[in-house]
């Protein structure tokens, strides 16, 4: 069952932004405010990798090293979304990019666990970046 929504990808050229949203569905047993939630990216023929991770408070963040400077996560919890902003598209950003949420795992921990173990995920929104 989706219990996440994600929005905000498309198609963008090389060195553009992007700005996408996370939030619970309607249907959502959850709201985004009680879970930690990070960002999944898929590229076309991988696997999913980790890329942005933030605790429920928003107090602590996580970036694997080859988004930092990047990508930035934040959340609004009175809007119950989390947002991910990438600046600098590169093709290599060329993805689907899933949001999850868990109740235990935070930080790095979460954004270096499998994607499917989540508690909570979307269906993702698929960004595409052309050169």
């Known amino acids: 069952q989706v219990q996440l929504v994600e929005s905000g990808g498309g198609l963008v050229q090389s060195g553009g932004s992007l700005k996408l949203s996370c939030a619970a569905s309607?249907?959502?047993?959850?709201?985004?405010?009680?879970?930690?939630v990070g960002w999944f990216r898929q590229a076309p023929g991988k696997d999913h990798e980790g890329v942005a991770c933030?605790?429920?408070?928003?107090?602590?963040?996580y970036y694997p090293d080859s988004v930092k400077g990047q990508f930035r996560v934040s959340r609004d919890n009175a809007k119950n979304t989390v947002y991910l902003e990438i600046f600098s598209l590169k093709p290599e950003d060329t993805g689907v990019y899933y949001c999850?949420?868990?109740?235990?795992?935070?930080?790095?921990?979460?954004?270096?666990?499998?994607?499917?173990?989540?508690?909570?995920r979307g269906k993702g929104t698929p960004v595409t970046v052309s050169s």
């Open positions: 999850a949420g868990d109740h235990f795992y935070t930080d790095r921990d979460m954004c270096t666990r499998p994607y499917n173990g989540m508690d909570y």
């Open positions: 309607e249907s959502s047993k959850i709201t985004v405010d009680r879970v930690h």
């Open positions: 933030i605790s429920k408070s928003g107090g602590t963040v």
